[in-house]
């Protein structure tokens, strides 16, 4: 699916409606506020229209306090923003944590949580938050979103919207798992991916995880899975995969 970068020019206004959600906004010096750096920092960022529609979603999903704060580090060029429930329980916790970062001159993403509880999963909730994020992302130039991918079966869900995993070790340990509980002619395919990928690229850095998520049996070991990601939203193949999960109907 197309995107087009739309414009987009962040004001007083907008930190106004931030706030109006109940976000408490720190690092920001007293003479200045959040107007002052995020249009030059991260261009074309409409971060209240995206934290409201995260209210509206997420926020109807808990009766638990909710915890909203955007954090600016200035020295770090980093903008962090955080909505999340008061719960040590997975099932009923609900999270959206996201970081804004630079580096060598490039802007990242971290997906930190994107999590409702359970009773509220695979009721449509998500998609619009990922695909508003999506928008979000290419208004800003955004380079790369990097994932940590485990909590909430997320190891599958990565996988399937087409990141990549960035650390070998981390791709070995899933395969161990994999010899464990898959059976001979479920382990083959998955071994030959690996060794085809890892033989063209030793030290690789990009392995596609979501040749492995489409794989029989490969959905429970990837569910159960802890590994860090990345997708490059300037490589086509990537963003094809990712926008084309993200939209799909």
Same mark, same amino acid.
């Given at each position: ?32 506020? +959040? ?5 030059? *920092? ?5 971060? @209240?229209? =995206?934290?409201?529609? %995260? ?62 509880? +359970? ?5 449509? *909730? ?5 695909? @508003?994020? =999506?928008?979000?992302? %290419? ?111």
């Amino acid at each position: 699916m197309q995107i087009i970068a739309q414009p987009y020019t962040f004001t007083a206004a907008d930190r106004q409606r931030i706030e109006a959600l109940g976000y408490r906004i720190e690092g920001i010096p007293t003479d200045r506020q +959040l107007e002052n750096f995020v249009p030059a *920092l991260f261009p074309n960022f409409d971060l @209240a229209g =995206l934290l409201e529609m %995260v209210d509206k979603l997420f926020a109807p999903t808990t009766p638990l306090a909710i915890q909203r704060r955007i954090q600016y580090n200035i020295p770090a060029e980093t903008l962090h923003f955080i909505f999340r429930n008061s719960t040590a329980n997975e099932d009923e916790a609900v999270a959206f944590d996201r970081v804004v970062l630079r580096q060598g001159g490039e802007l990242l993403i971290k997906h930190m949580y994107c999590l409702v509880p +359970l009773p509220y999963q695979g009721k449509g *909730l998500i998609k619009p938050i990922f695909q @508003a994020s =999506l928008q979000q992302y %290419v208004n800003m130039g955004v380079w790369k979103i990097m994932v940590h991918a485990g909590l909430g079966g997320g190891g599958y869900t990565w996988a399937r919207h087409g990141f990549v995993a960035v650390e070998p070790n981390e791709v070995q340990t899933i395969l161990n798992d994999a010899y464990n509980k898959l059976s001979a002619n479920e382990i083959t395919p998955v071994e030959r991916i690996f060794s085809k990928y890892y033989s063209d690229h030793p030290a690789g850095a990009e392995f596609p995880m979501i040749l492995w998520a489409s794989l029989p049996g490969m959905k429970e070991v990837l569910r159960g899975a802890d590994w860090n990601g990345s997708l490059d939203l300037h490589n086509p193949e990537q963003f094809r995969n990712f926008s084309n999960y993200v939209f799909r109907p």
